[in-house]
């Protein structure tokens, strides 16, 4: 069975073009023109993947977003953005998104990440169907370094006592981490294990999620942990 797209973009030129290209890709695409039209049809017909435009009329791409998130579906969400601040795209992930293209962008580039999306998730989940709360930790299932413990069959996370509230791509960038606490890891193998695919060196994608991922470990006077190996990748240790 071909992959249900959702697209919401307001403009008709860029709209018609994805439309055609995505539906030459295989994909079954619900294609729509605002926000309010996005919601509508997210709830009658619930897509495998959400492909949103940032800047729309009244409802906008993250205020969808945002209310699909509230409601527990857990869909993945491409943005689409004219929008290159980091600012901008933190807003982005915080609404619950889980990748973005920004304009102008490739149409081979917007397959690619919604293949990575689509990779990512579980039949239910992509199908957006209720999922089962996780039965109660085991210890076994813990995984623990510099003082982050994790329940990767639960999808949780804690610093010390805290737990940490992250998104699907915050998890499993924190959890590759963990797994190789004192490695230096290349960015090159990071995107591969996280995305599926090497954005190549002028992309900005893992930075703005390593830097948002920071900001929800870092506590006042407690170590940094994810470090910075200048023109290598990155590494968590707690020194």
């Known amino acids: 069975m071909p992959h ?11 709209r018609n073009a994805l439309e055609r290209a995505l539906t030459l890709e295989g994909y079954q695409v619900m294609a729509v023109a605002d926000g309010v039209e996005a919601l509508a049809q997210a709830h009658r017909n619930r897509p495998d993947v959400l492909l949103l435009d940032v800047m729309m009329p009244g409802i906008d ?3 969808v977003c945002r209310v699909l998130r509230a409601e527990g579906d857990r869909t993945p969400v491409l943005m689409l953005t004219a929008l290159v601040e980091t600012a901008d795209r933190i807003a982005g992930l ?5 990748d973005y293209v920004v304009k102008p962008f490739d ?12 990779r990512r998730v579980s039949p239910v989940e992509a199908a957006g169907a209720p999922v089962a709360e996780a039965p109660r930790a085991l210890p076994e299932r813990f995984i623990e370094a510099a003082g982050i413990r994790m329940d990767p069959q639960a999808r949780r996370a804690w610093r010390g006592p805290r737990e940490l509230e992250l998104t699907r791509t915050e998890f499993e960038l924190l959890e590759l981490l963990v797994r190789n606490a004192g490695i230096v890891l290349d960015h090159s193998t990071i995107y591969d294990r996280i995305w599926g695919y090497d954005f190549g060196p002028g992309s900005k994608n893992l930075a703005v ?8 470990l870092d506590e006042p006077g407690a170590p940094q942990l994810i470090h910075t190996v200048r023109g290598v990748g990155y590494v968590l240790r707690e020194n």
Do not use: P, S
């Open 4 to 14: 249900t797209v959702l697209l919401a973009e307001d403009d008709r030129a860029i």
């Open 61 to 63: 791409g993250l205020q």
């Open 94 to 98: 915080d609404a619950g998104a889980d």
């Open 107 to 118: 149409v081979e580039e917007v397959f690619a990440r919604l293949r990575a999306l689509l």
């Open 209 to 216: 999620y390593v830097g948002y991922l920071r900001r929800k």
